[in-house]
């Protein structure tokens, strides 16, 4: 699990970060972990928009944006409904922390340089999430609303990826 | 089919495509009685978004009778005809899409969003 983890870890290197690991995380951590990771996306979303004039990749982006908007106001109602508030942690930190190099890896980029890298960044991104999800979150998390939760939105995200590797074969 | 053409002229007339977006789903309890505005024999039937997939993915009904989306899924959906013949509105979770069906045919539908979804309403006549 480790090694697949990591090989699909390499586009967002800090996912995988030691110091920062994505296990062991309370229940509250991970629903912290999750948004964040929501909201990182939905960044790259926007980051697209901005730069990117290629049609499919602004339908991808405005996906993303929409889905990962969704995703997230559920997770404030499941929340809100177990009267419970997201932890920050040190995974969710990682998450951050990465994501803003590749911000600036993107920003830096323009036309099919851009689409290819934004392409490339969503099918790693997804990859990524994915594998810690379903084979570590899904197993750790102990409160039942929040695993069907985490599961509900392992489906979207396993949509996007697969959306997003047609992407990747797109942009070459 | 043009769309001058009188079957699809009159799918339109008979077509109300009644967006429930922005409304919470019916409950159970209440799901027959929505859609039971004359007091006709129609039947009302539901198809479940669930997983990124239709479900029935192909319903048979009859014309007049009431086709409800509701979307359980976190990601908005809509159910979008290939031909352009009907479209919900964004349906996010919970929200229910309506239509009733016109004329008999057969129609292909999608998500706008998710174009891997597929779906099939076959109308039959309701004679």
Same mark, same amino acid.
């Given at each position: ?5 990591? *090989? ?5 290197v800090? +996912?995988?970060?030691? !110091? ?8 509250? #951590? +991970?629903?912290? !972990? ?5 909201? *990182?996306?939905i960044?790259?979303?926007? +980051? ?7 049609? #499919?990749?602004? /339908? ?14 559920g ?5 809100? /409904?177990?009267? $419970? !508030? ?5 995974f969710?930190? $990682? ?8 911000n ?14 934004? $392409?490339?960044?969503? %099918?790693?991104? %997804?990859?990524?999430?994915? /594998?810690?999800?379903g084979? *570590?979150w ?13 599961a ?6 396993? *949509? %996007?990826?697969? %959306? $997003? ?6 942009t070459? | ?41 129609s ?6 978004? @669930? ?16 086709? @409800? ?6 990601a ?11 479209k ?16 008999p045919?057969?129609?292909d ?13 076959v ?5």
């Amino acid at each position: 699990m480790f090694r697949n983890l990591i *090989i699909a870890s390499v586009a967002f290197v800090a +996912i995988s970060t030691p !110091a920062a690991s994505q296990e062991n995380l309370n229940d509250l #951590e +991970i629903a912290h !972990a999750a948004y964040t990771a929501d909201l *990182i996306d939905i960044r790259y979303a926007h +980051i697209a928009l901005a730069i990117s004039d290629t049609p #499919e990749i602004r /339908e991808f982006a405005e996906l993303m944006i929409r889905d990962h908007t969704a995703v997230n106001e559920g997770a404030f109602e499941l929340l809100a /409904e177990l009267n $419970a !508030a997201p932890q920050d942690n040190a995974f969710s930190q $990682a998450l951050l922390a990465g994501a803003k190099e590749k911000n600036a890896e993107l920003l830096s980029l323009r036309g099919a340089a851009f689409d290819r890298a934004y $392409a490339a960044n969503e %099918h790693g991104y %997804h990859q990524a999430v994915n /594998e810690i999800v379903g084979n *570590i979150w899904l197993n750790d998390v102990q409160t039942p609303e929040l695993k069907d939760f985490l599961a509900q939105a392992l489906v979207t995200f396993q *949509i %996007h990826e697969g %959306h $997003a590797a047609q992407m990747v074969k797109a942009t070459r | 089919m043009s769309l001058r053409s009188p079957l699809r002229k009159s799918f339109y007339q008979h077509l109300m495509l009644v967006s429930l977006a922005g409304a919470m789903s019916f409950p159970p309890t209440t799901f027959a009685a929505a859609a039971d505005d004359g007091g006709d024999s129609s039947t009302v039937h539901r198809i479940t978004i @669930e997983k990124f997939k239709y479900g029935p993915s192909i319903l048979k009904v009859k014309t007049g009778d009431t086709i @409800e989306w509701v979307n359980k899924d976190f990601a908005p959906h809509t159910a979008t005809a290939l031909d352009d013949v009907f479209k919900t509105e964004k349906l996010k979770r919970g929200d229910v899409g309506m239509i009733v069906a016109g004329a008999p045919q057969t129609i292909d539908y999608t998500c706008q969003f998710h174009s891997n979804m597929k779906g099939q309403i076959v109308i039959e006549s309701g004679d």
